[in-house]
């Protein structure tokens, strides 16, 4: 029987917990909360009324009280935790896990400052003999649906087909499956960038804009996913599948969306500040935006909605104005 630990006990990982352990394929499963008040919640009641209430963790779950105790003999590691504490947590993982264990990131994000991917840091901190050990997950998967059983199809990226197969074999099951890709840029690409996106598509609903425009800067933001994607190395079928314009329809229309909702509020004019500062979830989006934005200047590309949300977000620019300049931009074919 395989271990699995699951680092980081947000929305995401508390329905991974759920449902991973509804799977056929039976699993010894550990769940570590970094919030002291949740992990306790977890332990007393069996509940995460913070990050997913309205669901009891399966007693086949183990509630670890240390990272060290959760990883400890894993041969599967799922890091859910945002990307602004990836590298901190991966370092104390991988301090106290086997060199054998396969780590599997589930976080939708590029890390603030080196604006890497999350297995491009799990790489960095691994010998080059353990390159083949890592993984990520990605595609259209609200928490609370996945953990409600509603049938869910995601993606698990690992440059080595081998491993991803190994993963699809274990965290399949009768409502999550998992398609495999060895396109690891393009998953994780695809995961990240759309959350900016859905920013703008949430400021446009905030603004009482209508269907025209939404589906205007889903169709044009997936060409500057795919846009950055490809400069970064990723494929445009990987971009156009799940883990790109199937996460970036979901993200961008879902009432569940957290960075659907931070557009909205800032389209009604809240700012950004006080919209983070009244939620315990994160919004991927709201960090990702300066760094998809680094990555493309890097390459020489041009990412409009996304430089126009980082105006709305960092430079005091009013969505107003950031959707009349994006109208405004000089005329070209598509």
Known sequence: MKRIAIVGAGGWGTALSIVLSQSPVAHRIALWAREEDVRESLCKVRKNPVFLPGFTIPAAVEIAPSISEAVRDADFIIGAMPSAHARELYCEILSHTSPHAVIVSATKGLEPKSHLRMTQVIGSLLSSKSQHHIAAISGPSFAKEVAQGDPTAIVVASAHAQTAREIQHEFSG????????????????????????????????????????????ITRGLAEIMRLGVALGAKRETLAGLAGLGDLVLTCTGELSRNRHVGIQLGRGKKIEEILASTPTV????????????????????????AQMHGVLYEGRSPQDAIRELMHRPLKAE
Do not use: C, Q, S, W
Request: glycine content about 14%; hydrophobic content about 55%.
């Open 283 to 306: 919004a991927e989006g709201v960090g990702t935006t300066a760094a998809a934005l680094a990555l493309a200047r890097k390459a020489k590309i041009e990412m409009p909605i996304a």
């Open 174 to 217: 009768p409502t999550l499956r998992l398609y495999t890709n060895t396109d690891v840029a393009g998953v994780e690409i695809g995961g990240a960038v759309k959350n900016v996106i859905a920013i703008a598509a949430g400021v446009a609903e905030g603004l009482g804009l209508g269907h025209n425009t939404i589906a205007a800067l």
